[in-house]
């Protein structure tokens, strides 16, 4: 499975993005699918991620609230929607995805596939 997300950009502190991340390759089937994020000097973290059945979601205490991870299941395709965007969401965005139910949704390591990022700059 290949990830491509893209819709990065530069947005005023309030602004809203929306980042989408198209799966191609196969049809993807695992257990989830989810946004990490990683600001300049800090490690990578988790910020939403939903399962491919069912549609349960999940989101860091930092984004809920703000942030929606949805999926079209039919074109293969993930979402996140920002708003209320703020300087502390600066980061570099990557879609991931994982095939089996085991271990933490919010651990990078067990996700099987990552998309190559996406940069989100927000301006005070």
């Known amino acids: 499975v290949q990830l491509q997300a893209s819709g990065g950009g530069l947005v005023q502190a309030g602004g809203s993005l929306r980042l989408s991340c198209a799966a191609s390759?196969?049809?993807?089937?695992?257990?989830?699918i989810g946004w990490f994020r990683r600001a300049p000097g800090k490690e990578r973290e988790f910020v939403a991620a939903?399962?491919?059945?069912?549609?349960?979601?999940y989101y860091s205490d930092s984004v809920k609230g703000r942030f929606t991870i949805s999926r079209d299941n039919a074109k293969n395709t993930l979402y996140l929607q920002m708003n209320s965007l703020k300087p502390d969401d600066t980061a570099v965005y990557y879609c991931?995805?994982?095939?089996?139910?085991?271990?933490?949704?919010?651990?990078?390591?067990?996700?099987?596939?990552w998309g190559q990022g996406t940069q989100v700059t927000v301006s005070s």
């Open positions: 991931a995805a994982r095939s089996l139910p085991y271990g933490l949704l919010t651990t990078p390591s067990t996700y099987d596939y």
């Open positions: 390759g196969r049809t993807f089937s695992g257990h989830a």
């Open positions: 939903i399962r491919w059945s069912g549609g349960t979601t």
